[in-house]
């Protein structure tokens, strides 16, 4: 399509590599993804590159320093974040859930089976969803660090996800 065409520089190099990872993940691990989790996922990360601020090296005067956005007026928005430390066992979700005058609702803080830091990241956004829906919130923002996962989970590739935080976020979504 048209929208894809303007990325093909940078979308077919991912494509290939993620073939290539896909192959050794089946072929060393077992594992097995399906043909729509690596569309999507390509597609993501090439947007997210062709959308990414590119700094001038001998000059740093076009950077824009990132800070907290309030929700919209009766909304509230549910800020994620995960990590995966390399020499542990284990892995670490937070959220913070605010409303439009910056006011804290919730926060919480998880320790979780180690995992990779997309499959960690869609854990804390499926935690603080559910934790929003059971406060019963229905207008809901996200803020996350990764912009690859924001877009897995909007478009409509996310119920063939392999990832089941994927397909529930997805599920969520779809509710209302």
Not at 65 to 77: F, L, S
Not at 104 to 117: A, E, K, T, V
């Amino acid at each position: 399509s048209s929208t894809i065409d303007g990325e093909w520089p940078t979308l077919f190099p991912i494509v290939s590599w993620l073939i290539w990872k896909h192959r050794n993940d089946f072929i060393f691990k077992g594992a097995s993804y399906s043909n729509m989790d690596l569309i999507a996922t390509s597609i993501a990360w090439a947007r997210s590159i062709s959308n990414s601020v590119r700094v001038n090296n001998s000059c740093c005067s076009d950077y824009t320093k990132e800070y907290w956005q309030p929700p919209r007026v009766g909304w509230v928005k549910v800020n994620i974040d995960g990590s995966v430390p390399k020499h542990t066992s284990s892995a670490a979700v937070d959220d913070v859930i605010r409303v439009h005058k910056g006011y804290w609702l919730f926060g919480f803080g998880l320790r979780i089976d180690r995992s990779g830091i997309f499959q960690t990241e869609a854990r804390a956004l499926y935690e603080g969803l559910v934790v929003a829906w059971h406060e019963r919130f229905r207008q809901i923002e996200v803020e996350s660090d990764n912009p690859i996962l924001i877009d897995v989970v909007s478009n409509r590739y996310a119920v063939d996800s392999n990832l089941s935080e994927i397909r529930f976020i997805r599920t969520m979504i779809l509710k209302e």
